[in-house]
């Protein structure tokens, strides 16, 4: 059962990181989630999801939410937490959406909270760090955080929907987003149509 750690920043988009946790739920996997704290606030803004800032009561609600007791809910300021270090690092990365402070910050190495920490570990250890950034338009910085990121061993998924298959909602769009990050982490997916199959057969 593969571990996961799902990130959620203050970018716009948390709905992505809300349904790829669904999936990787779904899936089978061992997820933790953790939220910095303008990833909270977006979260309520965007999904109307009201989670505490104290982690105890956020574990509960985000259990509730996803109807998962195991899942478990991290705190961005514990860095004590075992995600903290490469001895017992996730399998796998991912921040979805990414803003672009949190990208320059990952980029600059910077280990302030337990999100870029852990961020920090996976490129260190080598392991699957996927970065979902949601922004526009793109200045230099950004491009050229984002390139020392790919350079470093990220995966760059932008949340870039394509038309192809037909997206006939808006869940249809973040689909495609979703499952082009569970086709990064080599999981099974039938969120969209690929390029030259019907529609519907994913």
């Known amino acids: 059962m593969q571990q996961i750690l799902v990130a959620i920043t203050g970018a716009s988009g948390s709905i ?13 996997c061992r997820v933790s989630l953790l939220l910095s704290e303008p990833g909270r606030q977006v979260l309520n803004y965007e999904a109307g999801l009201d989670w505490s800032d104290d982690r105890c009561r ?6 509730a939410h996803f109807a998962a007791p195991d899942l478990v809910c991290l705190d961005n300021a514990d860095l004590f937490a075992s995600v903290a270090s490469g001895s017992n ?39 699957p760090l996927l970065l ?55 999981l099974p997916q039938t969120l969209f149509a690929r390029w030259g199959e019907p529609r519907g057969e994913g």
Do not use: W
């Not at 349904?19 to 089978?28: C, K, N």
């Not at 956020?58 to 259990?63: F, K, L, S």
């Not at 932008?158 to 769009?173: E, I, K, V, W």
């Open 132 to 186: 979902v950034p949601r922004e526009t338009p793109l200045n230099i910085i950004h491009l050229e955080n984002l390139l020392r990121l790919a350079r470093a061993g990220a995966a760059i998924i932008p949340a870039m929907p394509a038309f192809y298959h037909h997206p006939q909602s808006r869940d249809d769009l973040v689909d495609f987003v979703v499952g082009k990050v569970l086709d990064q982490l080599g």
């Open 58 to 63: 956020r574990q509960a609600q985000v259990r």
């Open 89 to 127: 690092a996730p399998a796998t990365m991912v921040i979805c959406p990414c803003s672009m402070g949190t990208a320059g910050r990952v980029a600059a190495g910077l280990s302030e909270t337990l999100l870029e920490r852990a961020a920090d570990v996976m490129l260190k250890e080598r392991r």
């Open 16 to 28: 992505y990181g809300l349904r790829l946790t669904e999936e990787l739920l779904r899936l089978g």
